[in-house]
Protein backbone atom coordinates (compact mmCIF):
# COMPACT_ATOMS: atom_id res chain seq x y z
CA UNK A 1 0.00 0.00 0.00
CA UNK A 2 1.28 3.42 -1.04
CA UNK A 3 1.99 5.92 1.93
CA UNK A 4 1.08 9.75 1.88
CA UNK A 5 2.64 12.08 3.77
CA UNK A 6 -0.44 14.60 4.91
CA UNK A 7 1.28 17.88 5.40
CA UNK A 8 -0.91 20.94 7.27
CA UNK A 9 -0.95 23.16 9.80
CA UNK A 10 -4.63 22.88 10.76
CA UNK A 11 -7.08 20.82 11.78
CA UNK A 12 -10.17 22.38 10.14
CA UNK A 13 -12.82 20.30 9.44
CA UNK A 14 -12.23 20.32 5.40
CA UNK A 15 -8.54 18.97 6.42
CA UNK A 16 -9.65 16.14 8.22
CA UNK A 17 -12.28 14.77 5.46
CA UNK A 18 -9.61 15.42 3.07
CA UNK A 19 -7.53 12.92 5.34
CA UNK A 20 -10.24 10.49 6.25
CA UNK A 21 -10.94 10.24 1.79
CA UNK A 22 -6.85 9.47 1.98
CA UNK A 23 -6.72 7.42 5.08
CA UNK A 24 -9.55 4.65 3.40
CA UNK A 25 -6.89 3.59 0.15
CA UNK A 26 -3.53 4.52 1.30
CA UNK A 27 -1.12 4.64 4.50
CA UNK A 28 -1.10 8.15 5.77
CA UNK A 29 1.84 9.69 8.20
CA UNK A 30 0.45 12.66 9.53
CA UNK A 31 2.88 15.87 9.56
CA UNK A 32 1.27 19.21 11.69
CA UNK A 33 2.92 22.15 11.64
CA UNK A 34 0.72 24.68 13.07
CA UNK A 35 3.63 27.21 13.20
CA UNK A 36 6.47 28.93 10.99
CA UNK A 37 9.39 27.21 12.12
CA UNK A 38 9.83 23.47 10.64
CA UNK A 39 10.56 20.59 12.32
CA UNK A 40 13.35 19.48 10.26
CA UNK A 41 13.77 15.80 11.21
CA UNK A 42 10.02 14.78 10.65
CA UNK A 43 10.06 16.89 7.22
CA UNK A 44 13.24 14.63 5.84
CA UNK A 45 11.92 11.26 7.40
CA UNK A 46 8.03 12.13 6.37
CA UNK A 47 9.22 12.84 3.18
CA UNK A 48 11.70 9.44 2.25
CA UNK A 49 9.10 7.83 3.60
CA UNK A 50 6.33 8.86 1.53
CA UNK A 51 5.59 7.81 -1.75
CA UNK A 52 3.88 11.39 -2.33
CA UNK A 53 3.09 14.68 -0.29
CA UNK A 54 0.00 16.06 0.35
CA UNK A 55 -0.24 19.25 1.45
CA UNK A 56 -2.90 21.77 2.14
CA UNK A 57 -2.67 25.57 1.64
CA UNK A 58 0.90 26.89 0.15
CA UNK A 59 2.81 28.10 3.06
CA UNK A 60 5.58 27.78 5.13
CA UNK A 61 4.14 24.74 6.76
CA UNK A 62 4.28 22.99 3.01
CA UNK A 63 7.32 24.77 1.94
CA UNK A 64 10.18 22.14 2.69
CA UNK A 65 8.42 19.09 2.50
CA UNK A 66 6.97 20.20 -1.15
CA UNK A 67 10.62 21.61 -1.87
CA UNK A 68 12.32 17.99 -0.57
CA UNK A 69 9.83 16.25 -2.60
CA UNK A 70 10.85 17.97 -5.83
CA UNK A 71 14.21 17.28 -5.17
CA UNK A 72 14.26 13.65 -4.68
CA UNK A 73 11.69 13.61 -7.76
CA UNK A 74 8.78 12.34 -5.65
CA UNK A 75 5.16 13.03 -6.39
CA UNK A 76 3.02 15.88 -4.60
CA UNK A 77 -0.92 17.20 -4.48
CA UNK A 78 -1.26 20.39 -3.25
CA UNK A 79 -4.38 21.93 -2.18
CA UNK A 80 -4.61 25.69 -2.74
CA UNK A 81 -7.24 28.71 -2.67
CA UNK A 82 -7.29 30.59 0.34
CA UNK A 83 -4.70 33.10 1.93
CA UNK A 84 -2.05 31.75 -0.14
CA UNK A 85 -3.92 32.64 -3.86
CA UNK A 86 -5.59 36.13 -2.39
CA UNK A 87 -4.49 39.67 -2.93
CA UNK A 88 -6.42 41.89 -1.20
CA UNK A 89 -4.34 45.19 -0.18
CA UNK A 90 -7.34 47.16 1.20
CA UNK A 91 -7.73 44.94 4.04
CA UNK A 92 -4.11 43.49 4.13
CA UNK A 93 -4.98 40.29 3.07
CA UNK A 94 -3.25 37.21 0.95
CA UNK A 95 0.20 36.14 0.40
CA UNK A 96 0.17 36.90 -3.42
CA UNK A 97 0.53 40.94 -2.32
CA UNK A 98 3.94 40.67 -2.75
CA UNK A 99 7.31 39.87 -0.10
CA UNK A 100 8.87 36.51 1.39
CA UNK A 101 5.00 35.35 1.15
CA UNK A 102 3.93 35.56 -2.22
CA UNK A 103 7.78 33.83 -3.16
CA UNK A 104 7.30 30.81 -1.21
CA UNK A 105 3.51 30.32 -1.70
CA UNK A 106 4.45 30.39 -6.46
CA UNK A 107 7.98 28.27 -5.67
CA UNK A 108 5.57 25.98 -3.81
CA UNK A 109 2.79 25.94 -6.50
CA UNK A 110 5.48 25.77 -8.98
CA UNK A 111 6.72 22.31 -7.56
CA UNK A 112 3.99 20.50 -6.82
CA UNK A 113 3.17 17.48 -9.54
CA UNK A 114 -0.51 18.36 -9.23
CA UNK A 115 -2.80 21.56 -7.88
CA UNK A 116 -6.15 21.34 -7.13
CA UNK A 117 -8.30 23.97 -5.33
CA UNK A 118 -12.15 24.50 -3.95
CA UNK A 119 -13.93 26.75 -6.30
CA UNK A 120 -13.59 27.79 -9.93
CA UNK A 121 -13.59 31.42 -8.57
CA UNK A 122 -10.08 30.07 -6.65
CA UNK A 123 -8.98 29.08 -10.17
CA UNK A 124 -9.38 32.42 -11.34
CA UNK A 125 -7.86 33.87 -8.28
CA UNK A 126 -4.45 31.92 -8.96
CA UNK A 127 -4.90 32.74 -12.96
CA UNK A 128 -4.95 36.33 -11.84
CA UNK A 129 -2.48 37.05 -8.85
CA UNK A 130 0.26 34.09 -9.84
CA UNK A 131 2.02 32.62 -12.83
CA UNK A 132 0.23 29.28 -12.59
CA UNK A 133 -1.72 28.81 -15.49
CA UNK A 134 -5.22 27.98 -14.56
CA UNK A 135 -5.57 24.84 -17.04
CA UNK A 136 -2.77 23.38 -14.60
CA UNK A 137 -5.20 23.52 -11.65
CA UNK A 138 -8.40 21.13 -11.02
CA UNK A 139 -11.67 22.83 -9.57
CA UNK A 140 -12.73 20.00 -6.56
CA UNK A 141 -15.52 21.55 -4.49
CA UNK A 142 -15.83 20.64 -1.24
CA UNK A 143 -18.08 17.87 -0.05
CA UNK A 144 -20.03 18.46 2.74
CA UNK A 145 -21.17 16.14 5.16
CA UNK A 146 -24.57 15.83 5.92
CA UNK A 147 -25.35 15.52 10.05
CA UNK A 148 -28.87 16.47 9.67
CA UNK A 149 -30.14 14.15 6.96
CA UNK A 150 -33.67 16.49 6.61
CA UNK A 151 -34.50 19.53 7.04
CA UNK A 152 -34.71 19.93 11.34
CA UNK A 153 -37.79 19.01 12.13
CA UNK A 154 -38.38 22.04 14.72
CA UNK A 155 -40.00 25.75 13.38
CA UNK A 156 -36.84 27.84 12.63
CA UNK A 157 -36.66 30.90 15.00
CA UNK A 158 -36.00 34.66 14.19
CA UNK A 159 -32.26 34.28 14.40
CA UNK A 160 -28.99 35.35 12.16
CA UNK A 161 -26.26 33.03 12.57
CA UNK A 162 -22.33 33.86 11.65
CA UNK A 163 -19.89 31.16 12.81
CA UNK A 164 -15.93 31.87 12.74
CA UNK A 165 -12.76 32.54 15.01
CA UNK A 166 -12.16 36.07 16.38
CA UNK A 167 -9.40 38.10 15.57
CA UNK A 168 -7.56 41.43 14.51
CA UNK A 169 -8.01 39.97 10.73
CA UNK A 170 -11.12 38.97 10.23
CA UNK A 171 -13.75 41.74 11.47
CA UNK A 172 -13.55 42.80 7.92
CA UNK A 173 -12.29 39.58 6.37
CA UNK A 174 -15.32 37.25 7.67
CA UNK A 175 -17.59 40.49 7.94
CA UNK A 176 -17.95 40.64 11.89
CA UNK A 177 -17.62 44.19 12.36
CA UNK A 178 -20.68 44.21 10.00
CA UNK A 179 -22.61 41.58 11.04
CA UNK A 180 -22.67 42.93 14.41
CA UNK A 181 -23.66 46.84 13.27
CA UNK A 182 -26.43 45.51 11.33
CA UNK A 183 -27.82 44.12 14.65
CA UNK A 184 -28.44 47.50 16.02
CA UNK A 185 -31.00 47.75 12.66
CA UNK A 186 -33.31 44.98 13.49
CA UNK A 187 -33.86 44.92 16.86
CA UNK A 188 -36.52 42.42 16.28
CA UNK A 189 -34.14 39.91 15.23
CA UNK A 190 -31.51 37.82 17.09
CA UNK A 191 -28.38 37.72 15.99
CA UNK A 192 -25.67 35.51 17.50
CA UNK A 193 -21.80 35.10 16.57
CA UNK A 194 -20.59 31.53 17.37
CA UNK A 195 -16.73 31.20 17.31
CA UNK A 196 -13.27 31.44 19.40
CA UNK A 197 -11.79 34.11 20.90
CA UNK A 198 -8.12 34.26 20.03
CA UNK A 199 -7.41 37.67 20.77
CA UNK A 200 -8.96 41.07 21.97
CA UNK A 201 -10.93 41.78 19.28
CA UNK A 202 -13.79 40.63 21.02
CA UNK A 203 -13.68 43.60 22.47
CA UNK A 204 -14.59 45.86 19.68
CA UNK A 205 -17.37 43.61 18.90
CA UNK A 206 -18.46 44.27 22.37
CA UNK A 207 -18.35 47.67 22.25
CA UNK A 208 -20.70 47.73 19.20
CA UNK A 209 -22.89 44.34 20.31
CA UNK A 210 -26.73 45.87 20.51
CA UNK A 211 -28.78 44.11 23.51
CA UNK A 212 -29.30 41.75 20.32
CA UNK A 213 -26.18 39.83 19.53
CA UNK A 214 -24.97 37.61 21.21
CA UNK A 215 -21.18 36.41 21.09
CA UNK A 216 -21.10 32.63 22.93
CA UNK A 217 -17.11 32.01 21.98
CA UNK A 218 -16.30 28.57 21.04
CA UNK A 219 -18.93 25.80 20.88
CA UNK A 220 -18.96 22.11 20.05
CA UNK A 221 -19.65 20.29 16.92
CA UNK A 222 -22.84 19.12 18.70
CA UNK A 223 -23.32 22.83 19.73
CA UNK A 224 -22.81 24.68 16.14
CA UNK A 225 -25.18 21.80 14.52
CA UNK A 226 -28.09 23.04 16.52
CA UNK A 227 -27.66 26.53 16.33
CA UNK A 228 -27.61 25.65 12.52
CA UNK A 229 -31.09 23.73 13.26
CA UNK A 230 -32.68 26.99 14.99
CA UNK A 231 -31.12 29.40 12.95
CA UNK A 232 -33.43 30.72 10.43
CA UNK A 233 -30.62 32.92 8.18
CA UNK A 234 -26.91 32.62 8.45
CA UNK A 235 -24.72 35.27 7.16
CA UNK A 236 -21.38 35.42 5.74
CA UNK A 237 -21.15 39.28 4.94
CA UNK A 238 -17.00 37.91 4.31
CA UNK A 239 -14.88 40.16 1.41
CA UNK A 240 -13.11 36.71 0.77
CA UNK A 241 -13.78 33.42 0.97
CA UNK A 242 -12.23 30.54 -1.47
CA UNK A 243 -15.50 28.30 -0.92
CA UNK A 244 -17.28 29.21 2.28
CA UNK A 245 -17.60 25.59 4.24
CA UNK A 246 -19.38 26.70 7.39
CA UNK A 247 -21.76 28.78 4.92
CA UNK A 248 -22.46 25.04 2.90
CA UNK A 249 -22.69 23.68 6.08
CA UNK A 250 -25.53 25.97 7.93
CA UNK A 251 -27.04 25.85 4.48
CA UNK A 252 -27.83 22.10 4.58
CA UNK A 253 -29.33 23.10 8.39
CA UNK A 254 -31.74 24.94 6.84
CA UNK A 255 -30.34 28.73 6.88
CA UNK A 256 -31.05 30.92 4.44
CA UNK A 257 -28.16 32.42 3.73
CA UNK A 258 -27.21 35.69 3.32
CA UNK A 259 -23.48 36.58 1.73
CA UNK A 260 -21.77 39.82 -0.38
CA UNK A 261 -21.76 38.96 -3.98
CA UNK A 262 -18.00 38.53 -4.13
CA UNK A 263 -15.12 36.41 -4.62
CA UNK A 264 -16.69 32.19 -4.05
CA UNK A 265 -19.73 32.77 -1.84
CA UNK A 266 -22.10 33.42 -5.11
CA UNK A 267 -20.52 29.90 -6.67
CA UNK A 268 -22.07 28.05 -3.29
CA UNK A 269 -24.78 29.98 -2.90
CA UNK A 270 -26.30 30.09 -6.52
CA UNK A 271 -30.15 30.91 -6.43
CA UNK A 272 -31.03 29.36 -3.01
CA UNK A 273 -30.01 32.39 -0.95
CA UNK A 274 -30.14 36.12 -0.54
CA UNK A 275 -26.77 38.15 -2.43
CA UNK A 276 -25.96 41.36 -0.92
CA UNK A 277 -23.56 44.03 -2.87
CA UNK A 278 -21.50 45.09 0.08
CA UNK A 279 -20.73 45.10 3.69
CA UNK A 280 -22.59 48.10 5.16
CA UNK A 281 -24.38 47.26 7.82
CA UNK A 282 -27.96 48.60 6.20
CA UNK A 283 -27.06 46.33 3.19
CA UNK A 284 -26.67 43.89 5.95
CA UNK A 285 -30.08 44.20 7.93
CA UNK A 286 -32.13 44.03 4.54
CA UNK A 287 -30.65 40.96 3.24
CA UNK A 288 -31.51 39.55 6.74
CA UNK A 289 -34.64 40.84 6.92
CA UNK A 290 -34.92 39.55 2.89
CA UNK A 291 -34.10 35.53 3.58
CA UNK A 292 -36.32 35.93 7.17
CA UNK A 293 -39.51 36.67 4.15
CA UNK A 294 -38.33 33.47 2.36
CA UNK A 295 -39.71 31.07 5.53
CA UNK A 296 -39.57 27.58 4.53
CA UNK A 297 -39.77 27.54 1.11
CA UNK A 298 -35.70 29.03 1.56
CA UNK A 299 -35.12 26.73 4.16
CA UNK A 300 -35.61 23.85 1.59
CA UNK A 301 -34.12 25.30 -1.58
CA UNK A 302 -31.17 25.94 0.51
CA UNK A 303 -30.47 22.75 2.05
CA UNK A 304 -31.45 21.23 -1.69
CA UNK A 305 -28.64 23.68 -3.30
CA UNK A 306 -25.92 21.94 -0.80
CA UNK A 307 -27.11 18.24 -1.25
CA UNK A 308 -27.08 18.55 -5.01
CA UNK A 309 -24.07 20.27 -6.13
CA UNK A 310 -21.56 19.63 -2.85
CA UNK A 311 -22.11 16.06 -2.14
CA UNK A 312 -19.10 14.11 -0.72
CA UNK A 313 -18.72 11.48 -3.03
CA UNK A 314 -18.34 14.04 -5.43
CA UNK A 315 -14.83 15.63 -3.27
CA UNK A 316 -13.72 11.76 -2.74
CA UNK A 317 -13.68 11.01 -6.23
CA UNK A 318 -11.85 13.99 -7.27
CA UNK A 319 -9.05 13.73 -4.65
CA UNK A 320 -8.77 10.33 -5.56
CA UNK A 321 -8.50 10.65 -9.11
CA UNK A 322 -5.77 13.84 -8.53
CA UNK A 323 -3.23 11.66 -6.03
CA UNK A 324 -3.70 8.80 -8.89
CA UNK A 325 -2.62 10.82 -11.37
CA UNK A 326 0.58 12.43 -9.47
CA UNK A 327 1.40 8.88 -8.44
CA UNK A 328 1.27 7.61 -12.20
CA UNK A 329 3.14 10.64 -13.42
Known sequence: MKRILYVHN???????????????????DDLYQPGRLPNPL??????????????????????????????????????????DTANMPDIGYG??????????????????????TNSRYSQSEIEGHTPIPPESVTVIHHGVPDPFGELPAEPKERLALTVGAVTRGTHVQ???LPFAEAAAKLPDVRFVHVGKWL??????????????????????????????????????ASR??????????????GCVPVVVDVTAMPEVVGDAGVLISSQEPDEVAVGVRRALELGED????????????????????????IVDEALSG
Request: cysteine-free; overall charge positive.
Open 199 to 236: DDAVDELRARAADNLELTGWASDEELLDWYRRAAVYVQ
Open 298 to 321: GSRRARERIVAEFPMDARERGILR
Open 10 to 28: SNASFVAIDRQILAGRYEI
Open 95 to 116: YQQGGLRRGASRWIMKRARRLA
Open 240 to 253: HEGFGLALAEAMLG
Open 174 to 176: KGQ
Open 42 to 83: AVVRGVLRADLVFGWFASWHTFFPITLAWLLRKPSVMIVGGF
